[in-house]
């Protein structure tokens, strides 16, 4: 066969103009839409964001698989927080303008969902979280009503504490916070729950970060002779208030939020100083078949179990979520999917479990989405109720004694 | 009994404060600008005392290692960038150390991680005193800093080269007409000044834990402690060390812990309103 000239300058054209395209057209005439994973692949939260991010992609490509939603298929584009606030609003904003995300899933640590959240109310888009400060519930965070929480808030886990206290039967218990919205939301969320059941808070103590030493803290706390200490603090402040601590030689008991006493807090102090803390985390809904999707997902892209990132299950259900919402709505409107998010999620429906099969039931009538993370019922501040493990540190483990729900 | 051990706690904070405002103080003095980076030289001790005490499992050779690394990294910062621009205005010598700072947090985070590190010292039950609770780790930490101190300031007032040292930062331009060579004075500043940072970040390292940013974090309260105690003036760092770590923590009964930060910003205001000079600073004339 011959090739005229005018032939191939076509040739060389159609060529250009394809290689030119987005790599969705090549393969088919689907409209995009587009969604922003911003997860800490980076920094504090790096033990939980590349798990994050990973889940987002697979629930995505199930979801494609699935034909799509609203029509269109989703496009993932990955940015890292760094879980540094000021990292998280250059990449939010490089999402939002440069790749004209249409939602953002998967932010970590209060700070970061506080700087990025007045991005994506000004964009008008969906922002989906797993922090737990009390702020992100209420305006000016959620102004506008497009910010969920897939974590338990602050206060959720202090009302954990409480039913823990009392159920370990200790009676004088005391406070220590790290001086942020999430350190003071965990304590005076256990003072509200336990004087609620008529018990009284010995002394409360909000610190400062970054502080050589926390010993007249200590000093403080210690001398109201309280049998436990509730604390809403970090890894680093905990590393050294508990050395400090048992050098004390005071004996007392600790409950923890799990982000503070994890096995990195083991590594760091030992396993002596730490016999006996109880560390409280939220755990996924372990039951439910969405769960064992999740961890099926999960298990093949990372080669661990489930279990070892609580945060991949809520984005694996942030994804789910936000498709089902567009599916039901039929339209890529924020408005419109919004509209439709404790539509498809909350109770009344028939319960679901997977993006296919909730897509089908859809056209039958109402679904209630139960996710992998909790059974995601979205109160009228987009929070949910997650159960709680609670984990006693036994030689330097973290094993679950029982769960509590509350 | 409770304030004398809220004072006991006081003294080991002030200690380390002292010691880095000593590092800031010595540099104002001779070279005549405010180092920020001596928080990241803080740092930068820490993580060489960690790696000592990693590798030979000594605290002495951590200290050690700490000292010696830290004058190299800070006399290797001079002969870079604060020599070329000792001409410059006081403001272009300070950006530069911000600079600096910037690139040793940076360096330390790629090589070391985000991540805190600790270090791995047996943890002991208290002496107790009178029902005052004094820490053995503590004990040992305020020998290293007396130890420290002592060297310093035998440096200064006892050998040939701390004179010169001291000519330099009375009268620059007397001590170079008198045959003092400005460039060995520096050398002989800039290994002090960075060693001295170095075993203050230790210490702080050993209490707390060891992060990238840790040492950044302690720079605004030794500066303070550098200008309490008069700026050039190593007695009067040390000094105003001490005297803001006890003050900070003998308040807080009174104002809360959140305040006591505050505390130190009041004590500067009110020095810099009432008493530019400092407690031991002289009166500086026209030069």
């Known amino acids: 066969m011959t090739t005229t000239r005018r032939q191939f300058l076509g040739t060389i054209g159609a060529t250009t103009a394809l290689i030119g395209a987005p790599t969705i057209l090549r393969a088919q005439s689907q409209p995009v839409f587009r969604v922003g994973a911003l997860c800490p692949v980076t920094g504090s939260g790096s033990p939980y964001g590349s798990g994050m991010q990973k889940m987002i992609i697979a629930a995505a490509e199930a979801v494609n698989a699935a034909g799509g939603a609203a029509g269109h298929k989703i496009e993932i584009v990955a940015e890292d927080t760094q879980t540094s606030p000021q990292a998280a609003v250059l990449a939010a904003k490089k999402l939002i303008d440069v790749n004209k995300v249409q939602a953002i899933l998967g932010t970590w640590s209060s700070g970061v969902s506080l700087a990025v959240v007045p991005l994506t109310n000004d964009a008008n888009i969906i922002l989906m979280n797993t922090s737990g400060a009390p702020a992100l519930s209420t305006p000016p965070a959620n102004a506008k009503g497009l910010s969920y929480r897939y974590q338990a808030t602050n206060d959720r886990f202090g009302r954990a504490f409480a039913e823990i206290a009392e159920k370990e039967g200790f009676k004088r218990p005391a406070t220590m916070a790290f001086n942020n919205a999430s350190g003071i939301g965990n304590t005076e969320g256990f003072r509200k729950a336990w004087e609620a059941k008529g018990g009284k808070v010995v002394e409360n103590v909000v610190y400062e970060p970054s502080q050589p030493t926390y010993r007249s803290e200590l000093q403080r706390v210690l001398a109201a002779n309280p049998d436990v200490i509730v604390t809403g603090s970090y890894l680093p402040d905990t590393t050294i208030i508990m050395r400090e601590w048992f050098q004390s030689g005071q004996p007392v008991k600790w409950i923890m939020p799990g982000w503070a006493a994890s096995p990195d807090l083991v590594k760091a102090v030992g396993a002596d100083v730490l016999e006996g803390v109880i560390s409280v985390d939220s755990v996924s809904n372990e039951n439910a078949p969405s769960y064992k999707a999740y961890d099926e997902a999960f298990r093949k892209v990372t080669g661990q179990p489930g279990q070892s990132n609580v945060y991949a299950a809520m984005t694996w259900d942030m994804m789910n979520v936000l498709a089902l919402a567009m599916e039901a709505a039929n339209s890529t409107e924020t408005a419109a999917i919004n509209a439709k998010i404790r539509e498809i999620a909350n109770p009344e429906g028939e319960k679901v479990y997977t993006y296919a099969a909730a897509k089908e039931a859809l056209k039958k009538g109402e679904i209630n989405y139960e996710g992998a993370s909790s059974i995601l019922d979205f109160d009228q501040y987009g929070d949910v109720t997650p159960d709680f493990g609670v984990f006693f540190i036994e030689g330097g483990k973290l094993n679950r004694r029982y769960v509590v729900k509350i | ?287």
């Open chain 2, 1 to 287: 009994m409770f304030y004398a051990q809220l004072l006991v706690n006081g003294i080991v904070q002030g200690l380390v404060i002292g010691l880095a405002a000593l590092s800031i103080t010595l540099v104002f003095g001779i070279a005549r600008f405010p180092n920020a980076a001596t928080g990241d030289f803080m740092t930068f001790g820490a993580f060489s005392a960690l790696t000592a005490h990693q590798a030979t499992g000594s605290i002495l050779f951590g200290g050690l290692g700490a000292i010696v690394a830290t004058g190299l990294v800070s006399l290797l910062a001079y002969w870079a960038v604060f020599r070329r621009l000792a001409d410059r205005s006081v403001v272009a010598l300070l950006v530069a150390s911000i600079g600096i700072g910037f690139l040793l947090r940076a360096v330390l985070g790629v090589v070391f991680g985000h991540g805190q590190q600790v270090f791995q010292v047996p943890l002991t039950r208290p002496y107790v005193f009178n029902g005052i609770r004094v820490m053995p780790l503590d004990l040992q930490l305020a020998a290293v800093a007396a130890l420290a101190l002592a060297l310093v300031f035998s440096l200064l007032y006892l050998t040939p080269i701390g004179r010169q040292m001291r000519a330099v930062a009375d009268n620059r331009d007397l001590a170079r007409v008198s045959g003092i060579r400005p460039g060995r004075v520096m050398v002989a500043l800039w290994l002090v000044a960075g060693g001295v940072a170095g075993v203050a970040g230790m210490m702080l390292g050993i209490k707390t834990i060891v992060t990238p940013e840790f040492g950044w974090e302690m720079l605004l309260p030794a500066f303070t402690a550098a200008i309490l105690g008069g700026i050039g003036s190593p007695v009067g760092a040390v000094a105003a060390g001490l005297i803001l770590g006890v003050a900070q923590e003998l308040s807080t009964p009174f104002v809360g812990f959140t305040y006591k930060i505050a505390l130190a910003f009041i004590i500067m205001l009110a020095v810099l309103l009432l008493r530019p000079r400092g407690l031991f600073g002289q009166l500086e004339g026209a030069r």
